[in-house]
């Protein structure tokens, strides 16, 4: 199976995986909205489920693929600031 992958022009890392190049028919169109003007073509990838991934699980994408004709994956959640110590404390 192949994968065309985007990314959008208003939020970082936020990509959009679609089934056919330059196909946005099956992608809803909010969503497609949300990510700018157009999206900007990356890569195409070849998937398999002997296939790695760097932050998707490769038959989750695969998956979405079939059954929806898209799949997007999301920005990793931010770190939450409150939760460092203060820098004394590491500090014997």
Do not use: C, W
């Not at 056919?20 to 003007?37: E, H, I, R, T």
């Not at 073509?41 to 490769?58: G, I, Q, T, W, Y």
């Amino acid at each position: 199976m192949i994968a065309y992958i985007y990314k959008s022009r208003r939020k970082d890392e936020l990509y959009l995986y679609i089934a056919k190049k330059d196909d946005f028919s099956d992608v809803p169109q909010a969503l497609y909205d949300s990510m700018g003007k157009e999206p900007v073509f990356v890569m195409e990838v070849k998937l398999s489920p002997d296939r790695k991934l760097a932050r998707e699980n490769v038959e989750t994408v695969m998956k979405n693929l079939a059954e929806k004709g898209f799949h997007l994956q999301i920005p990793p959640p931010a770190l939450n600031i409150t939760s460092f110590k203060e820098p004394a404390k590491y500090v014997s």
